[in-house]
């Protein structure tokens, strides 16, 4: 959290608020705090905004926090004002070099790379290239950095707009010579993203990497780090002319996988390598700043052409995971709220129970194209093998092979805004765009046991 | 040799690091220790963090320079990804932050209105994290024993450190089982300025914190770390000192360390030593042909002999600063942790170690070295020695300085060792995953408070009729709940058992019988028979000294002869001697009673208890007389 932020949005409410205001205190500055007999000094801190309203935090000279609860006779005095934070990074000398390639780091809202204020406990993003050299000093080996923000959300927060508007500025930047993009993302959305990206980017000759962390990079143990040092080294020295997301490929902190973008989704909830590759192998690997690949089949970088943007959405379209007896008034609800779309996450093989075929009946009928595919995320769906599929099929079903969920319903979202054919869409989502599809499945690409898995 | 301690200005404060008997504080795992295999094996590296002067904090820094990674061992029954850093932490454990307030009210401190828990930075491995998770649960704690009073300005609950279970070249190795055990700290002020006391107050802490019953206990569930400072020194921060009898040689040692790193720099400054430059020069050459046996295997293949040259430390490398530990000795330890080199050589040394008068000539003039310097040199891979140079130039200017601020870890012998510069204070910041907890006085007033040493002390005396000494004694040892256990199970005189505990095994374990083999059902077996009446209380100590040589009670007793004499026997007996001294009797009448119970005494010889022999002469003794 940025400190000037802090100070503005200090957490403290009611009482709290009005004592301190009445004592002219603010975040930062060292108090006492006195209460029946009780005396603490320390250095006020931000109340987060977990804590309730009646306590004050005290940073001790010990480094200690505490939580100084506000009584009726709790008086506050002010010991000295607070020095503002120092800001500065220290200056880097860096001359860009001309051997070396040249990535921008977008950024979107996440941190990649931040300092610790001990004294306040506030953590500082790394914005400038400066900043982000002097808490990654490698990155400096690898290439010469550029930094630009396209925009500042949280990853949960992004929408077809923010993807078009990040499109934009990757275009932007590949045009203008950069070697390669990385984009700092949030690991929530960072998949829907990278699917996105790969399906507006038209004339991609440069790689794109989207790259996050899942340890904040304020701490130690966080793979923000390497994560990032094997993102620009993809991004400066691969010739992979894809969307792609690198990130950690086992929980030990030796290599960085390298997932397609329309293929990678995030697998759990907490782990370093949370990204897999679903249905299809990753790309390949970085390792020690060194790339290896583990497939022939990639889109290659090209010297020079022109990226241009296709980044329209049909926002409306809705993703429905099919449950055993789920009802058409579900499917009723989705049309009446307008939606043009619909991907089901059906059972098995690709499945629904029958009380959901007179919702998708009308769905056909109104022109809504339903896509289907399975809430088994591995395996391809076939509507042929029963006869619920071969049914399903009959009412105009248009099956998404091995496609993710929410690859497809990314895909629709962006195939529904090419054209209103349903035939033309269901010819779209058919084919295989940007890697989404695999005619054939690997018989590799099954999980993997948790630990030990170097490829 | 006695030190004037006042006149030194020595200041000694402690920290008690106490592991608590319930699960992790922040996960489900339980809190147990394992011996066997790990199945898994994960490799990590720490980043150090940078400070808001962009600048890297120092320990972490000195971390970082080594470059190693970390190994964690790890079973999956028993740890989970919270220990693994792969998962948040989960909210703390509230039986935990109980006991940690019990304690902290049992030590007159004052629980926080809310407990906010920290980050506290440690970049050596030992936390998955690179930090360690702390509390500041109460302030101000003090106690009075000895009529002494201290201060203890923290109470903290945090979470212990991984287990270090050795280091190879590449990683360190660390098991996860003691990571996240709950500790309770207790954080002594520097009031202590002799190196006796500060051993009976952490004595006096441990009684307090296993009052409670809530406490592990057994090998290293208990650690103390001793600050220790005397004027014109520096501050030490020393770890993991596992016994208490250790205590007061560990602080005595630090002492003549710092005294001997003062006159150091006082002959460094006399000499006008200027600081050293961290300029490396190969002298492999000098070594082309060695002799010497270490430094061609040091050396190996393709490695190389690198030297420094420390100006005007001739003499000083040998000074000793700790019994068996020499400046030299601290330099050696820099060289190991920042060069991971086997060892250094210096010319303090030379002639030595196979290398010739030749080669010394040849390797001072090498490196530009007049009489009054020293050459430091290391074999082996060229990058490493150069690292481990570079740090001992480092460690020879501090010398200049006088004392540097070290943590430095404990021997067993009470020698200390260096282990990082003592980090900067600011290195701590909010743990955002764990939201604050208010302690209300409900809270607290559902605690309830064991019973206090001086308490238990009114107890024994009252209830067990013990001496007060024994009684004071009982409650300071671990042996209260064992006597209490013995007395309940075998009826036994209550002194009689506070004695053998407290003075029969300490005067046997002094003679070197290893009393550590008497297990609790021996003890209660032996007693038995003393409450039966079938074996004399003066007996025990024999019995003992058998039974430590694994040998069985009843056996031991066999052995020694010591079957007590039955009512009848021993009446017979009394007969007998009064018979074979009628001579006496009849001289004396019954002032003949001291001679013949010496008499008797000496017969029996702990087969029978000397109230009833005394009992059966008397009456025996009136008989005759008739
Ligand atoms: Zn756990």
């Known amino acids: 959290m940025h400190y000037r932020k802090l100070i503005a949005m200090a957490g403290y409410k009611g009482r709290a608020q009005q004592l301190l205001k009445a004592a002219s205190v603010n975040v930062g500055d060292r108090i006492k705090v006195e209460d029946a007999g009780r005396t603490y000094e320390g250095v006020l801190m931000p109340r987060t905004e977990l804590g309730d309203s009646n306590h004050l935090v005290l940073k001790l000279k010990s480094g200690y926090n505490l939580g100084a609860r506000i009584g009726t006779g709790t008086k506050i005095s002010l010991l000295e004002k607070g020095k503002p934070p120092k800001l500065e990074v220290p200056k880097l000398e860096i001359k860009p ?42 990155l400096a080996e690898i290439a010469n950095i550029k930094v630009v923000e396209a925009c500042n959300v949280f990853s949960e927060h992004m929408t077809p707009e923010l993807w078009a508007k990040i499109g934009g500025v990757i275009a932007k930047e590949i045009n203008e010579g950069a070697s390669g993009v990385v984009v700092a993302h949030g690991t929530d959305t960072m998949a829907y993203t990278a699917t996105a990206l790969s399906f507006t980017l038209k004339g991609l000759h440069r790689p794109v990497v989207l790259v996050g962390s899942q340890r904040s990079s304020d701490r130690p143990s ?36 390298i997932h397609r973008g329309t293929r990678v989704r995030k697998c759990h909830t907490s782990r370093r390598d949370t990204f897999m590759s679903i249905n299809d192998i990753p790309i390949g690997m970085v390792k020690g700043r060194e790339l290896k690949y583990f497939r022939e089949g990639y889109k290659r970088t090209k010297p020079k052409s022109k990226v241009t943007v296709d980044g329209k959405f049909e926002s409306k379209v809705a993703l429905l995971k099919v449950t055993p007896g789920m009802s058409s008034s579900v499917i009723n609800g989705i049309l009446k709220a307008g939606d043009k779309g619909i991907v089901l996450e059906g059972t098995g093989l690709g499945h629904v129970p029958e009380s959901l075929f007179a919702g998708i009946k009308r769905a056909v009928a109104k022109r809504v194209p339903v896509v289907m595919t399975s809430q088994c995320l591995w395996g391809r769906v076939d509507m042929k093998v029963y006869s619920t599929g071969r049914d399903l099929l009959k009412l105009g079903v248009i099956p998404g092979e091995d496609m993710l969920p929410e690859v497809a319903w990314l895909k629709l979202m962006w195939a529904l805004a090419q054209t209103k054919d349903p035939k033309e869409v269901s010819k779209l989502m058919k084919s295989n765009l940007a890697g989404e599809i695999t005619p054939r499945t690997r018989p590799d690409v099954f999980l993997k046991p948790a630990f030990a898995p170097t490829p | 040799m006695g030190l004037d301690y006042e006149k030194l200005g020595l200041r000694v404060g402690f920290e008690i690091h106490q592991e608590l008997n319930t699960h992790k504080l922040f996960c489900n795992c339980p809190s147990k220790l394992r011996d066997e295999e790990a199945p898994l094996k994960v490799k990590r590296r720490l980043r150090p963090t940078q400070s808001e002067m962009g600048e890297v904090d120092r320990a972490a820094l000195a971390e970082a320079l080594k470059d190693k990674g970390f190994a964690y061992q790890l079973y999956p029954e028993s740890i989970c990804l919270v220990e693994l850093d792969e998962e948040p932490p989960h909210p703390i454990n509230e039986e935990a932050l109980d006991i940690a307030l019990e304690v902290a009210l049992l030590l007159n401190a004052k629980p926080v209105d809310e407990v906010h828990t920290m980050r506290k930075i440690v970049i050596d491995g030992s936390n998955t994290c690179g930090f360690q998770r702390t509390a500041l649960v109460a302030l101000d704690g003090r106690i009075d024993t000895d009529g002494k009073s201290f201060g203890m300005p923290t109470i903290c609950l945090e979470e212990d450190a991984a287990r270090k279970m050795g280091e190879g070249t590449e990683y360190v190795n660390y098991r996860l089982d003691r990571l996240g055990i709950p500790l309770v700290e207790i954080a002594t002020g520097p009031d202590f300025s002799d190196p006796e006391t500060p051993a009976k107050a952490a004595l006096y802490i441990g009684q307090i914190l296993r009052a409670t019953g809530k ?22 921060e020393i770890k993991g000192v596992q016994e208490l009898s250790l205590i007061s040689e560990v602080i005595t040692r630090e002492v003549r360390r710092q005294i001997a790193l003062l006159e150091i720099r006082d002959e460094l400054r006399r000499r006008r030593a200027e600081r050293a430059e961290k300029k490396i020069i190969n002298v492999t050459d000098v070594f082309s042909g060695t002799k010497s046996g270490v430094i061609r295997r040091m050396r190996g293949d393709g490695g190389e002999v690198l030297a420094v040259r420390l100006p005007k430390f001739a003499g000083l490398l040998g000074k000793e600063l700790q019994p068996g530990r020499r400046l030299g000795t601290e330099f050696a330890a820099h060289a190991r942790i920042y060069g991971k080199v086997g060892g250094i050589f210096h010319t303090d040394e030379l002639p030595g170690y196979g290398i010739s008068e030749e080669e010394t000539a040849r390797l001072k003039r090498t490196a530009g070295a007049a009489d009054e310097d020293s050459v430091v040199f290391v074999a082996g891979d060229k990058e490493r020695a150069r690292a481990a140079l570079k740090a001992v130039v480092g460690r020879a200017n501090q010398a200049l300085q006088g004392v540097p601020e070290e943590t430095r870890r404990a021997l067993t012998d009470g020698n200390t060792e260096f282990m990082r510069p003592l980090p900067g204070a600011e290195r701590m910041y909010p743990e955002t995953d764990i939201p604050p907890i208010p302690i209300t006085p409900a809270r607290l007033r559902k605690i309830k408070l064991p019973e206090l040493p001086e308490k238990q002390r009114a107890r024994l005396m009252e209830r067990y009729k013990l001496s007060r000494e024994l009684a004071e004694r009982l409650v300071l040892s671990d042996k209260l709940e064992i006597f209490e256990k013995l007395i309940a199970r075998t009826k036994a005189d209550p002194t009689l058992i506070a004695t053998t505990l407290e003075e029969t095994l300490v005067s046997l374990r002094r003679e070197g019988v290893k009393v550590e083999n008497i297990q609790k059902n021996a003890l209660a077996e032996l007693f038995t028979r003393v409450a039966k009446g079938k074996l004399a209380k003066e007996a025990v100590p024999e019995v003992l000294r058998l039974v430590a040589q694994r040998i069985g009670v009843q056996e031991a007793v066999d052995k020694l002869g010591l079957t007590t004499f039955t009512r009848p026997d021993l009446k017979k007996l009394v007969t007998e001697v009064v018979a074979s001294n009628r001579a006496l009797v009849n001289e004396r009448g019954m002032e003949a009673m001291g001679p013949l119970m010496g008499i008797l005494m000496e017969k029996v010889r702990g087969r029978a208890d000397g109230k009833l022999v005394h009992e059966l002469l008397q009456r025996e003794l009136r008989k005759v007389k008739k």
């Not at chain 1, 780091?105 to 993003?125: E, K, N």
């Not at chain 1, 793979?223 to 992979?240: C, Q, R």
């Open chain 2, 215 to 236: 406490v592990k206990r057994g090998i290293g569930t208990i650690r103390q770390d001793i600050n220790v400072s005397i004027a014109g020194g520096a501050r030490q």
């Open chain 1, 222 to 257: 966080s793979d923000a780090a390497l994560n990032l040092i094997s993102a620009v080294t993809v991004a400066g020295k691969s010739d992979i002319a894809e969307v792609c997301v690198v990130m950690h490929g086992s929980t030990e902190d030796d290599f960085c996988l």
């Open chain 1, 97 to 138: 070099d001309p051997s070396k390639p040249n990535v921008t780091i977008i950024g979107t809202g996440g941190t990649i790379a931040s300092r610790v204020d001990y004294r306040t406990g506030a953590v500082f993003p790394a914005f400038t290239p400066e900043e982000i050299y002097s808490a990654v000093p490698e």
